[in-house]
């Protein structure tokens, strides 16, 4: 009797410790995500991330997460990434990513009306400066309220 109740605990042990296991990812050294204001996106708001990096070796790639949901008026969506450097400078870009294709179905993975997209958007990068880095995320769709982006976030993996 014992053994059956061990079997039957067992199996649901196993996979939820195998999930858990699948969901780590090493490469991952930094990972945030905030929530959008549930009215919408200020055209003035600006979201910002900080991290320190020591090895001005190392090569990484850059994440831009989005969730949405499909109160969103557009297909695509374009923000300015902002990046500054421990001594000051600051190096800026255009990064426009698709959230629903041609024919109007939503991109991404999720249930119901609530979509998640990782967008790949900056490869090789290097942090040349040891000290902390400050990145900046500031929606470009020209609205001051903009609906329906219900989280927006940076991913930094090491190659």
């Known amino acids: 009797m014992h053994t059956k109740i061990i079997r039957k605990l067992s199996l649901p042990f196993a996979l939820m410790l195998l ?5 780590c990812n090493p490469q991952v050294v930094f990972e945030q995500n905030k929530k959008v204001d549930a009215q919408g996106w200020e055209f003035t708001h600006i979201y910002e991330f900080q991290e320190t990096f020591t ?3 190392a090569l990484y790639d850059l994440f831009l997460n989005v ?3 499909t109160d969103y008026p557009y297909s695509n969506f374009i923000v300015f990434f902002e990046t500054e450097f421990p001594d000051g400078r600051i190096f ?3 990064i426009e990513t698709i959230l629903a294709d041609r024919g109007g179905k939503w991109t991404g993975t999720g249930f119901g009306n609530i979509k998640t997209n990782s967008f790949h958007f900056r490869k090789d990068v290097w942090f040349p400066l040891e000290g902390e880095y400050i990145f900046r995320i500031e929606q470009a769709m020209r609205r001051e309220l ?10 930094i993996e090491r190659k």
């Open 67 to 69: 969730r949405n949901n």
């Open 19 to 23: 999930i858990g296991l699948m969901a």
């Open 92 to 94: 800026r870009d255009t």
């Open 146 to 155: 903009l609906p329906g982006i219900t989280d927006i976030g940076l991913r």
């Open 55 to 57: 090895d001005t070796i």
